[in-house]
């Protein structure tokens, strides 16, 4: 387990005039869980294909534990498990023969692919419809059957491609649960996501990646510190106009204030930590304001994540230079 | 609750996996969808019988094909290549839809050699055909078809369909793999069958058709192949129709085999 899960150096990958990786870096080390966080058509799903061996970059190299996938991708394909971004599971078999049918591909003795099934069914809440074919299915059965078939083998570095999407809230958390027990034991992961409780969750580092590129990566707490100081947040009394907060403690902001004027709540992005809040208290005495209450604290990952890739439906990508000032190690 | 573990010795495979076990499994599979998909499943038993029923009794009263003393004996071995040809056009609707599911990108990241999810689904296909062969035999003999060049000519007369079914199963995977869409893929498994069934000597002999036309239905390889297969079950010389039917099913298999699987190595879900 010498050589790291997964290194990536330059990827570049297009579709016809579409640039889907321009110059994708990563490091996952034996053991790790690497999470992926971007918005739709940001190249998760394109790195995730040539790290599988599925796609090969147009420029840019990699290995997984060691092998070129380009130069080597059978070696790959035996230490991998790949869970796409979709249910990739055969309807008019049952789950149990899904599996089966998988593990006896990845070489297993028909007697080891069943007993492993079986503790596969068991452990992803599938017991009672193994026996039944998979069109009968939840889309939430059908995702835990195809996350079960990533796992068949064991694999050593596991990817998987957005593994909760379509899953209720008690299917997430014994997935969650499921990943934990595999990465504690060993296991890489590589996860791509667009759920930040998930990317917190479950992985020990997390890149950001938007229009082809890695826009910053670090730990959960790193990248929540460099989008940019601290977040305030105010709660108007009631019948008071949430704006008059906004507008006392303008000056203090580093960046446009969120003010939701049905909740009489305020959110300021700051700078300077504790130290600015003599400076908000005299701020509003002047201007004869009273809050509800006040809360100072580091921006959640979500914040963070909108911070590096723009707001979701607004327009262009933001520059992270311009929206994350206080960003030395993003890259 | 059990618990899954990560490092069980015995679940990790250290070895390539043999690709006659991958092919059998991917065999097993596609023969498993064969029985359970209804329109498949129609595809290898009503549409077989029908053919031959309705083709004997629809065009066998009006048309007399001189040196044959009945119509059935006559029509039947290009029923057979009908029929084949028809079924495999779902071969490419399943690796479409295989395609289009994501299925492919899992067969692609597993150990296993390219051909092998091919090949198990040209061998699935070779069962079904055995099948809908002696189903129309069956069928057939029962309303007067025989076989007239003894057991040894019929064998070969079922390897020639059997054979020609392999390369429309090829054939059919390429054209799914190349237009990726499961529709698409069954229209365009079809429409060649049907506009060189139609232009061939399966339902009247060449020698009736206009002269223009009698040059392309005399090199369309359904001619050549139907040719074969009634020199092998009604008799006559047999030689230079099963040569010429064999140097179509190379050429076809020459080009499609490799370009399938090249195809398939790149194929991925969108």
Redesign the interface.
């Known amino acids: 387990m010498a050589d790291p899960a997964i290194v990536a150096e330059g990827l570049g990958k297009r579709f016809g005039h579409v640039t889907a990786l321009d110059g994708v870096d990563l490091e996952l080390p034996a053991g790790g869980v690497l999470g992926m966080l971007g918005p739709n058509g940001a190249g998760k799903?394109t790195t995730v294909?040539i790290l599988?061996?599925?796609?090969k970059p147009d420029r840019g190299r990699a290995w997984v534990a060691g092998f070129d996938v380009t130069s080597n991708p059978?070696s790959v394909?035996?230490l991998?498990?790949?869970s796409?971004?979709?249910?990739?599971?055969?309807l008019?078999?049952t789950g149990q023969?899904n599996l089966v049918?998988?593990g006896?591909?990845?070489?297993?003795t028909r007697r080891?692919a069943r007993r492993?099934a079986g503790?596969?069914i068991?452990?992803l809440d599938l017991a009672s419809a193994a026996g039944r074919?998979v069109r009968t299915y939840s889309g939430g059965m059908r995702r835990r059957l195809d996350v079960a078939?990533s796992?068949?083998?064991?694999p050593?570095v596991l990817f998987l491609d957005e593994p909760t999407t379509g899953l209720d809230p008690r299917g997430r958390l014994a997935l969650w649960q499921?990943l934990s027990?595999?990465?504690s034991?060993?296991?890489s992961l590589l996860l791509t996501t667009q759920n930040i409780e998930e990317a917190e969750r479950l992985a020990g580092r997390i890149v950001i990646i938007g229009h082809g590129k890695v826009i910053a990566s670090g730990t959960p707490g790193q990248l929540r510190a460099r989008a940019g100081g601290h977040r305030l947040d105010l709660q108007s009394l009631p019948g008071q106009d949430p704006r008059r907060l906004a507008d006392a403690l303008a000056a203090l902001a580093t960046a446009a204030p969120a003010v939701d004027e049905a909740a009489g709540r305020v959110m300021l992005p700051v700078a300077g930590g504790a130290g600015i809040l003599p400076e908000v208290a005299t701020r509003l005495a002047a201007a004869g304001l009273h809050v509800e209450s006040l809360a100072l604290r580091r921006p959640t990952l979500e914040e963070a994540f909108l911070a590096y890739t723009g707001q979701p439906a607004s327009g262009p990508p933001a520059e992270p230079a311009q929206t994350a000032p206080d960003t030395p190690g993003a890259r | 609750m059990t618990t899954v573990t990560a490092t069980g010795t015995d679940a990790r495979p250290g070895r390539p996996v043999p690709i006659l076990a991958s092919v059998a499994t991917i065999t097993a599979r596609n023969l498993r969808r064969l029985v359970r998909v209804p329109t498949l499943l129609v595809f290898a038993t009503v549409q077989p019988v029908l053919f031959v029923l309705l083709f004997t009794y629809a065009f066998g009263g009006a048309i007399h094909v001189p040196g044959t003393a009945h119509y059935i004996d006559y029509l039947l071995p290009g029923i057979f290549v009908l029929a084949i040809g028809f079924g495999a056009s779902q071969t490419g609707v399943a690796i479409a839809e295989d395609l289009t599911t994501g299925m492919i990108d899992r067969f692609r990241s597993l150990p296993i050699t390219a051909a092998a999810v091919l090949a198990g689904r040209v061998a699935a296909d070779a069962l079904r055909n055995l099948f809908v062969v002696a189903l129309m035999i069956g069928v057939g003999s029962a309303i007067g078809f025989r076989f007239h060049a003894g057991p040894a000519a019929a064998l070969a007369a079922m390897t020639l369909a059997l054979v020609t079914g392999v390369a429309l199963s090829w054939l059919n995977l390429l054209l799914g793999l190349a237009v990726r869409d499961p529709e698409s893929a069954g229209l365009a498994g079809l429409f060649p069958v049907i506009i060189l069934f139609f232009t061939s000597s399966t339902l009247v002999p060449v020698a009736t058709m206009p002269g223009w036309l009698q040059a392309f239905a005399k090199a369309n390889p359904i001619t050549v192949i139907t040719g074969a297969l009634r020199a092998l079950c009604l008799g006559g010389p047999t030689t230079r129709p099963a040569l010429e039917a064999t140097a179509w099913l190379i050429g076809l298999l020459a080009v499609t085999v490799p370009a399938a699987v090249a195809s398939y190595r790149h194929a991925t879900s969108t």
């Open positions: 799903t294909r599988a061996t599925l796609l059978a394909r035996r991998i498990g790949l796409g971004q979709y249910a990739a599971v055969d008019f078999l023969e049918m998988i006896r591909l990845y070489g297993l080891q492993r503790d596969l068991d452990v074919l078939a796992l068949l083998a064991a050593p499921v027990e595999l990465t034991q060993g296991t």
